[in-house]
């Protein structure tokens, strides 16, 4: 069993930052890609920024510039710190890892998604 864990959250006047921290955590044999994707009201999740177990990164173009991602290995946490943020930031976000786990002799990849954290961006 796996799970990953959002933090960081809130309430945001425009140009402000926010910093996003995802915990995951139990039967962890490696963690591949890990990203952040946020979902607005009425509209579909988007990938927001990804990075892989190397430290290679991607961002949505809206984010370049203003959203950095990272991890800790040790840790097995991503981090996505967004500065200069805008009300068309406001969204749900949510932590996805691509997660093997050791089961027996077998190893299994799976795809984790956390509960979301709400980002509310003022203006």
């Known amino acids: 069993q796996v799970q990953l864990v959002e933090s960081g959250g809130g309430l945001v006047q425009a140009g402000g930052s926010l910093r996003l921290s995802c915990l995951a955590s139990g039967s962890i044999f490696s963690i591949n890609d890990m990203g952040w994707y946020r979902q607005a009201p009425g509209k579909q999740r988007e990938l927001v920024a990804a990075?892989?177990?190397?430290?290679?990164?991607k961002y949505a173009d809206s984010m370049k510039g203003r959203f950095t991602i990272s991890r800790d290995n040790a840790k097995n946490t991503v981090y996505l710190q967004m500065n200069s943020l805008k009300p068309e930031d406001t969204a749900v976000y949510y932590c996805?890892?691509?997660?093997?786990?050791?089961?027996?002799?077998?190893?299994?990849?799976?795809?984790?998604w956390g509960q979301g954290t709400l980002v509310t961006v003022s203006s």
């Open positions: 996805n890892a691509e997660i093997r786990v050791l089961t027996g002799d077998i190893i299994r990849v799976l795809e984790v």
């Open positions: 990075v892989t177990s190397g430290g290679s990164t």
